[in-house]
Protein backbone atom coordinates (compact mmCIF):
# COMPACT_ATOMS: atom_id res chain seq x y z
CA UNK A 1 0.00 0.00 0.00
CA UNK A 2 1.27 3.33 -0.85
CA UNK A 3 -0.60 4.83 2.19
CA UNK A 4 -2.39 3.76 5.39
CA UNK A 5 -5.16 5.43 7.16
CA UNK A 6 -6.24 3.80 10.70
CA UNK A 7 -9.27 5.63 12.89
CA UNK A 8 -10.65 4.87 15.94
CA UNK A 9 -12.75 6.91 18.20
CA UNK A 10 -10.94 6.24 21.46
CA UNK A 11 -8.15 9.03 21.84
CA UNK A 12 -6.26 6.00 24.03
CA UNK A 13 -6.34 3.96 21.38
CA UNK A 14 -5.45 6.12 18.56
CA UNK A 15 -1.90 7.60 20.90
CA UNK A 16 -0.66 3.68 20.82
CA UNK A 17 -1.26 3.08 17.47
CA UNK A 18 0.80 6.62 16.17
CA UNK A 19 3.22 5.50 18.78
CA UNK A 20 3.75 1.62 16.90
CA UNK A 21 3.88 3.48 13.65
CA UNK A 22 6.33 5.72 14.54
CA UNK A 23 8.51 2.57 16.03
CA UNK A 24 7.73 0.64 13.23
CA UNK A 25 8.83 3.49 10.69
CA UNK A 26 5.53 3.88 8.82
CA UNK A 27 5.59 7.52 7.87
CA UNK A 28 3.41 6.67 5.16
CA UNK A 29 0.52 5.69 7.71
CA UNK A 30 -1.68 7.88 10.49
CA UNK A 31 -4.47 7.67 11.94
CA UNK A 32 -7.32 9.89 12.96
CA UNK A 33 -10.01 9.92 15.47
CA UNK A 34 -13.48 9.06 13.67
CA UNK A 35 -16.76 7.37 13.72
CA UNK A 36 -17.02 4.14 12.28
CA UNK A 37 -20.36 4.87 10.93
CA UNK A 38 -19.97 7.79 9.64
CA UNK A 39 -16.10 7.73 7.84
CA UNK A 40 -15.21 11.13 7.14
CA UNK A 41 -13.98 10.09 3.63
CA UNK A 42 -15.20 10.30 0.41
CA UNK A 43 -16.99 7.25 -1.39
CA UNK A 44 -14.51 4.73 -3.41
CA UNK A 45 -11.25 6.09 -1.82
CA UNK A 46 -9.67 3.00 -0.40
CA UNK A 47 -8.75 -0.16 -1.97
CA UNK A 48 -8.94 -2.13 0.91
CA UNK A 49 -10.81 -1.81 4.72
CA UNK A 50 -9.83 -4.01 7.54
CA UNK A 51 -12.36 -3.57 10.40
CA UNK A 52 -9.97 -5.35 13.05
CA UNK A 53 -11.67 -6.64 16.28
CA UNK A 54 -14.32 -3.57 16.00
CA UNK A 55 -17.61 -5.40 15.21
CA UNK A 56 -18.13 -6.88 18.57
CA UNK A 57 -18.38 -3.38 20.21
CA UNK A 58 -20.56 -2.15 17.62
CA UNK A 59 -23.96 -1.39 18.81
CA UNK A 60 -25.17 -1.96 14.91
CA UNK A 61 -22.47 -4.16 12.77
CA UNK A 62 -24.22 -4.16 10.02
CA UNK A 63 -24.13 -0.42 9.41
CA UNK A 64 -20.69 -0.13 10.40
CA UNK A 65 -19.93 -3.06 7.45
CA UNK A 66 -22.57 -0.96 5.00
CA UNK A 67 -20.33 2.41 5.99
CA UNK A 68 -17.20 0.54 5.29
CA UNK A 69 -18.62 -0.83 2.06
CA UNK A 70 -19.36 3.09 1.06
CA UNK A 71 -15.40 3.85 0.97
CA UNK A 72 -14.49 1.04 -0.82
CA UNK A 73 -12.63 1.76 -4.49
CA UNK A 74 -14.81 -0.48 -7.23
CA UNK A 75 -13.45 -4.21 -6.85
CA UNK A 76 -12.12 -3.34 -3.31
CA UNK A 77 -11.77 -5.69 -0.44
CA UNK A 78 -13.52 -5.21 2.81
CA UNK A 79 -11.83 -7.59 5.71
CA UNK A 80 -13.60 -8.28 8.90
CA UNK A 81 -11.38 -9.93 11.72
CA UNK A 82 -13.34 -10.52 14.47
CA UNK A 83 -14.38 -13.74 17.08
CA UNK A 84 -16.30 -16.50 16.03
CA UNK A 85 -19.79 -16.62 18.04
CA UNK A 86 -19.35 -17.94 21.78
CA UNK A 87 -20.42 -17.69 25.11
CA UNK A 88 -18.03 -15.84 27.10
CA UNK A 89 -21.10 -13.62 28.83
CA UNK A 90 -18.29 -11.89 30.90
CA UNK A 91 -17.07 -10.34 27.92
CA UNK A 92 -20.03 -7.74 28.09
CA UNK A 93 -19.53 -6.91 31.40
CA UNK A 94 -15.25 -6.95 31.53
CA UNK A 95 -14.38 -5.76 27.80
CA UNK A 96 -17.77 -4.15 27.02
CA UNK A 97 -18.49 -6.28 24.14
CA UNK A 98 -21.85 -5.72 22.68
CA UNK A 99 -21.96 -9.07 20.70
CA UNK A 100 -20.29 -12.58 21.54
CA UNK A 101 -19.18 -12.71 18.60
CA UNK A 102 -20.46 -13.81 15.16
CA UNK A 103 -21.57 -16.51 12.86
CA UNK A 104 -20.63 -16.77 8.68
CA UNK A 105 -24.25 -16.48 8.03
CA UNK A 106 -24.36 -12.92 9.43
CA UNK A 107 -21.53 -11.62 8.74
CA UNK A 108 -22.42 -12.77 4.48
CA UNK A 109 -25.94 -11.61 4.78
CA UNK A 110 -24.42 -8.22 5.96
CA UNK A 111 -21.60 -8.42 3.57
CA UNK A 112 -24.31 -9.18 0.32
CA UNK A 113 -26.74 -6.61 1.74
CA UNK A 114 -23.98 -4.43 0.70
CA UNK A 115 -23.83 -5.94 -2.48
CA UNK A 116 -20.35 -7.45 -1.69
CA UNK A 117 -18.71 -10.53 -3.06
CA UNK A 118 -18.02 -13.08 0.41
CA UNK A 119 -15.00 -14.81 -0.05
CA UNK A 120 -13.77 -18.30 2.06
CA UNK A 121 -13.42 -17.50 5.67
CA UNK A 122 -10.34 -18.26 7.77
CA UNK A 123 -10.57 -19.28 11.10
CA UNK A 124 -7.50 -18.92 13.76
CA UNK A 125 -8.51 -21.32 16.49
CA UNK A 126 -7.69 -20.13 20.20
CA UNK A 127 -8.15 -20.67 23.56
CA UNK A 128 -10.62 -19.68 24.59
CA UNK A 129 -11.74 -17.42 21.85
CA UNK A 130 -11.49 -18.59 17.88
CA UNK A 131 -10.98 -15.57 15.51
CA UNK A 132 -12.18 -15.48 12.21
CA UNK A 133 -11.09 -13.63 9.01
CA UNK A 134 -14.06 -12.17 6.71
CA UNK A 135 -13.42 -10.88 3.32
CA UNK A 136 -15.86 -9.81 0.41
CA UNK A 137 -14.86 -7.86 -2.67
CA UNK A 138 -16.97 -5.24 -3.93
CA UNK A 139 -18.37 -5.11 -7.40
CA UNK A 140 -16.77 -3.17 -10.16
CA UNK A 141 -20.30 -1.64 -11.33
CA UNK A 142 -22.12 -1.51 -8.06
CA UNK A 143 -19.01 0.26 -6.03
CA UNK A 144 -19.16 2.62 -9.09
CA UNK A 145 -22.10 3.47 -9.09
CA UNK A 146 -22.14 3.87 -4.91
CA UNK A 147 -19.07 6.25 -5.22
CA UNK A 148 -21.67 8.14 -7.99
CA UNK A 149 -24.73 8.43 -5.39
CA UNK A 150 -22.42 9.56 -2.48
CA UNK A 151 -20.50 12.23 -4.46
CA UNK A 152 -24.49 13.70 -5.05
Not at 6 to 27: T, W, Y
Not at 98 to 109: C, K, P, Q, V
Not at 117 to 132: F, H, M, N
Request: glycine letters at 6%; one cysteine or more; proline letters at 5%.
Amino acid sequence: AEEGVGVDMSREMLAVARARLQRADLSNCLVRQADMYQLPYPGGMFDIVILHQVLHFAEKPEAAIDEASRVLAPGGRLVVVDFASHDREELREEHAHRRLGFDDTAISTWFRACELAPDDVISLPGKPLTVRIWSARADMETAKQKTHKAAE
